[in-house]
């Protein structure tokens, strides 16, 4: 998602009356929006979560030449 996009150029001035109204239409919506697609919703955040958790430690695949691994290969001179 492109959070810039979300942020209002040339914001319309408003009422202090327009303004509560538009918020409460606006939690009005997501709560709607919510209740609809919350099973989906849900199940997309859980899939991602095991993605995330299952890339994790993806990087440790590149470790399976640990058994070629040398110490002499690291001599260099410390620097300080």
Same mark, same amino acid.
Do not use: K
């Given at each position: 998602?492109?959070?810039?996009?979300?942020?209002?150029?040339?914001?319309?001035?408003?009422? @202090? #009356?327009?303004?509560?109204?538009?918020?409460?239409?606006?939690?009005?919506?997501?709560? $709607?929006? =919510?209740?609809? !697609? @919350? #099973?989906q919703i849900r199940s997309y955040?859980?899939?991602?979560?095991?993605?995330?958790? $299952?890339? =994790?430690?993806? !990087?440790?695949?590149?470790?399976?030449?640990?058994?070629?691994?040398d110490v002499n290969d690291f001599?260099?001179?410390?620097?300080?």
């Open positions: 998602m492109n959070l810039q996009s979300l942020l209002f150029a040339n914001a319309p001035v408003l009422s @202090d #009356e327009a303004a509560s109204e538009m918020l409460e239409f606006l939690y009005q919506l997501i709560n $709607a929006y =919510e209740a609809q !697609y @919350d #099973e955040q859980r899939a991602y979560r095991e993605r995330m958790a $299952a890339d =994790e430690f993806d !990087y440790l695949d590149d470790l399976d030449d640990a058994d070629n691994f001599n260099d001179d410390i620097p300080f």
